[in-house]
Structure formats: structure tokens, C-alpha cells
């Protein structure tokens, strides 16, 4: 029960606005987390002030002149400790996971095992951040170049993996030197409130200084104030286009660093060679997955005209088997949407779509009635669209899969894939290896993932995750993504 995993995970109602690691501070207005399975309140939390942010900023200055000249295999130790304490909670954090943002609790519990996998990568990268050494063109002379960390990295996260990319920046930080000052969605607030309580023990076993990793709950206010702070060298920010564009503004106008993951409009590429079999649960996955709330979902779909009709008449049927229902339920195959705001941008969406001439094949409706009672429930949508129409150019973050046909070799595909302004996941399904070579060429796929014969989400923290044009260009978790996190310095001797 929530109550059982509230107490489990050390959740008093009403305490919490922000933490320097080491104590809570109280806050004042009342923010209240809601679960998008019942409508019900869980419990509430309070926003952070201007003296808890001034608070928490300064006690994390202080912290980074300490927490940098700890050695980085030591630092490293530390990260290993919290994958040790994420491991041992990930059944109750998953299950708040659930609860709180409406996902799948087989997600709930997917997503903090993502957190104990950044940790394990996190703690392997603590020997490996290596630098170049190069040879001088002058006599007697030895040049290298090195990486150190660049201070206090600000952290701005969306509601839909709530404790996830959290993890990939904050422990790839710590690793490098760095502190970190998280400001969570506050739609999901608990689930930031119980990943320092869980770490809170390992923060004082290994007297890690107060304030290297800190939190601050409130609205975008605060999101704001991370953004032209001068005290805050990097901000990383994964949300909305618009939300991104504002912190790119603020930071740029003050000359700092940014790494930003914003809105995605992935499309999955049917060519004539491909495997159905393959291709229809994958596609089903990526768009219905997370109630289509991810920015990896499926949102576009280009379907050679030769399998049109077959793939149009399978994608009918698997969605007509699709369970809906609490995501608590492993039956069920789609939970809610976060809130009623989201469902009634998806209902302006569809309005728009048939506005500008598609057509909704199957679903759409807002369910109603018994276990329906939140009203955050929906139906998974299937429109029949073009590429060029203005809601197919835009990120809608819910369950509508625009179906999107296409004729010729797969450069048109290629061509209408790339023709939008988002560039973050897309894939290809091909038995054909010279159109899967020419997808991922230079002149193929413009988008920060490219896979074959593998939907377009589901990326692994081993690789760097981000994307192109307005996603915001970032790289984030694994891969080289570290250097983002530190500044660079070319020494001559």
C-alpha cells in the first residue's frame, strides 16, 4: 500500500522544501502530490523560499571547495554506496514511482534500476577520466591536457522519469567533482524527498560535506533562479521545448553552460523490407509505453505504401487488445496520463489533427467510470496524417500514433523523418542492410539516436542520450557525456 511504501521511504508529511544532503529544511507553502491512478492526494511537501534557496546555494559553494579535492576513485566510492542503497530500496521507490507519475510499476521499478546502473557506470568512470598527452613543436618542452570539475551544476528534471535522469547527472557529477543542486518537477516531489532519504546514510557514513548534493522543491520560480545565478556554472534541464528555451536564454545571456533534453518527435521507418513480425509490438511499445509520455515515445509512424494497408490493419488490432487501466495491475497495458492538463492537450490535439485533415482511425476518448475516476485515463490514439500538417510538427506527450505514408526509396522516408524541428530517437525496420547503412550515414537519420530494427525508446545508460535541433543538442549518462560536467585545461610545461 502507499501508505506502507511512504513509511517505508521515510516520508513524514508537510517537512520537506529542500536538503543540503545532511538536513531537511522546512519551507513554507503546502505543495500537494496527487497519484494520476486515483486522483487522491499521497501526501504533500512544501516549496522552497528564497532563504532556502540562498541557503542551499551557499552550503553547496562551501561544498565544493571540499568535495573537489577528494580523490575522484574515493568520490567514486561513495556513488557505489548509493547504487548498494538505490538496490536495496528499488522495490518501495519503484512502487512510489508508479504512484506518483502514473507509470507501469514494472517501469517504476525499470527506471530506478536505471539509477543503480548510472551509479555502477558512474563509479567504473571515477578511474577513466582521462585526458590526451601531445607533443610540443617547441624544444624541451611536454604538453597535456586535463579535466577538472567546474563547481556547482544545477538540475531541472520533468515528471515523467522522476528519479532516472536525475541519477545520470548527479552521479556522473559527484564522480567528476562537482555538487549538485536538484529542483525535481513539482509534480513528482515525493519521489525526489525519498531518493535523500534513501541516500542520507551513506552521506554520513562516508562524511561526505554537507551540501554536495542538494534539493529545492518548488515551481518553475526556482527553475529560474538556477538559470541566471552566476553561482551556477551548468544547468541541466530535460522538460518542453519552451521551458528549455528559456533556460538556454538565461544561462546563455550570463555565459554559462547548459545541457539541455528537450522535446522529441521521433518517427520509426517502415521500409518494404521489413520484418512485421518484429516491427508491430515494437511499435505498439514505443507509442502506448508510459501512457506515450516519453520523449523517446513513438509519435510518428512511415509506412511504405506496399505494406500500408497490412501494418494499418495490425496496429488496429493490437490496440483493440490493449488493457487500460491502473498501471498497479500488471494486466494492464497502459496506465494514466499525469493529469487532466495533459488529457485535455491531448484532446486539442486530435480536435487540431482532424482540423488540418487527418483522420483518427481508433481511439482518442477519455475513459470514464469505475477505476476510471481520475480522469487522467485515455483511449491510445491512431491518426492517419501527413508529415507537413502543424500538429504532426509538434511534440504532443501522450498516446497519438500518426500513421504517415510514403512512397519511393527509403531517402524519402529518410526526407520526411528529418523534416521536423525536434531531432531526438528514430528508427528504422529493415531486412535490407543498404537502406540500414544509408540510415545511418552522414546524409541519413539527423537524430541524436538512430536504431535498426529497434524501436525508439529504450536507450541504455552505456551510450550518451540526447539530440539534435530543438532537443537541445545535450548529451547526457554514459559514453563521454562526463566531459559535459567538467572544464577542460591544456597545460604546457
Not at 535490407?432 to 538512430?450: K, N, P, T, V, Y
Request: glycine share 12%.
Amino acid at each position: 500500500s502507499i501508505p506502507d511504501v511512504l513509511k517505508t521511504l521515510k516520508i513524514q508529511p508537510q517537512n520537506y522544501a529542500a536538503s543540503t544532503g545532511r538536513k531537511f529544511l522546512a519551507g513554507s507553502d503546502l505543495l500537494k502530490s496527487f497519484s494520476p491512478i486515483t486522483g487522491s492526494e499521497i501526501a504533500a511537501t512544501r516549496l522552497a523560499g528564497e532563504a532556502d534557496y540562498e541557503s542551499v546555494i551557499k552550503t553547496a559553494e562551501t561544498a565544493f571547495l571540499q568535495w573537489r579535492q577528494v580523490p575522484a576513485p574515493k568520490r567514486g566510492e561513495v556513488v557505489a554506496a548509493m547504487g548498494r542503497r538505490f538496490r536495496e530500496m528499488k522495490e518501495p521507490l519503484g512502487a512510489l514511482v508508479s504512484a506518483e507519475m502514473g507509470k507501469s510499476l514494472q517501469e517504476g521499478m525499470g527506471e530506478v534500476q536505471e539509477m543503480i546502473d548510472i551509479c555502477d557506470f558512474a563509479v567504473g568512470l571515477s578511474r577513466q577520466l582521462y585526458g590526451l598527452t601531445m607533443h610540443s613543436e617547441r624544444p624541451e618542452h611536454r604538453m597535456y591536457e586535463q579535466w577538472h570539475p567546474l563547481g556547482v551544476v544545477g538540475i531541472i528534471t520533468a515528471f515523467n522519469f522522476p528519479v532516472a535522469v536525475w541519477a545520470w547527472n548527479a552521479m556522473i557529477a559527484m564522480v567528476c567533482g562537482d555538487v549538485t543542486v536538484w529542483k525535481p518537477s513539482e509534480k513528482t516531489p515525493l519521489t525526489a524527498v525519498a531518493c535523500f532519504n534513501i541516500i542520507q546514510d551513506v552521506l554520513v557514513d562516508y562524511a561526505v560535506p554537507e551540501g554536495v548534493v542538494n534539493l529545492l522543491i518548488g515551481d518553475s520560480t526556482v527553475g529560474e533562479k538556477l538559470s541566471r545565478d552566476l553561482r551556477v556554472p551548468l544547468v541541466s534541464a530535460t522538460g518542453s521545448v519552451r521551458m528549455g528555451k528559456k533556460v538556454g536564454e538565461a544561462v546563455g545571456a550570463r555565459l554559462g553552460r547548459t545541457i539541455l533534453e528537450l522535446g522529441g518527435n521521433n518517427a520509426l521507418i517502415l521500409t518494404e523490407n521489413a520484418d512485421l513480425d518484429l516491427a508491430i509490438p515494437t511499435i505498439v511499445f514505443g507509442a502506448v509505453g508510459t501512457a506515450g509520455q516519453r520523449c523517446t515515445a513513438t509519435r510518428r509512424l512511415l509506412i511504405h505504401d506496399s505494406v500500408y494497408e497490412k501494418v494499418k490493419t495490425s496496429l488496429l488490432k493490437a490496440y483493440a487488445g490493449l488493457r487500460i487501466g491502473s498501471p498497479l495491475d500488471d494486466k494492464n497495458h497502459m496506465g494514466p496520463l499525469i493529469d487532466q492538463e495533459a488529457v485535455a492537450g491531448m484532446q486539442k490535439a486530435l480536435r487540431t489533427a482532424l482540423e488540418q485533415g487527418g483522420k483518427v482511425l481508433y481511439g482518442g476518448e477519455v475513459l470514464t467510470g469505475a477505476g476510471f475516476d481520475s480522469g487522467c485515463y485515455v483511449r491510445p490514439a491512431l491518426v492517419e496524417a501527413r508529415n507537413e500538417m502543424g500538429i504532426v510538427q509538434e511534440e504532443t506527450f501522450a498516446p497519438i500514433l500518426y500513421l504517415i505514408r510514403f512512397s519511393g526509396d527509403v531517402n524519402a522516408a529518410i526526407y520526411l523523418q528529418n523534416n521536423v524541428r525536434q531531432g531526438l530517437s528514430s528508427a528504422i525496420f529493415t531486412r535490407e542492410m543498404r537502406e540500414a547503412e544509408q540510415f545511418l550515414s552522414a546524409w541519413g537519420s539527423d537524430c541524436g539516436i538512430a536504431n535498426v530494427n529497434l524501436g525508439t525508446s529504450g536507450a541504455e545508460i552505456g551510450g550518451a542520450f540526447g539530440g539534435e535541433k530543438e532537443t537541445g543538442g545535450g548529451r547526457e549518462s554514459g559514453s563521454d557525456a562526463w566531459k559535459g560536467y567538467m572544464r577542460r585545461q591544456t597545460n604546457t610545461i
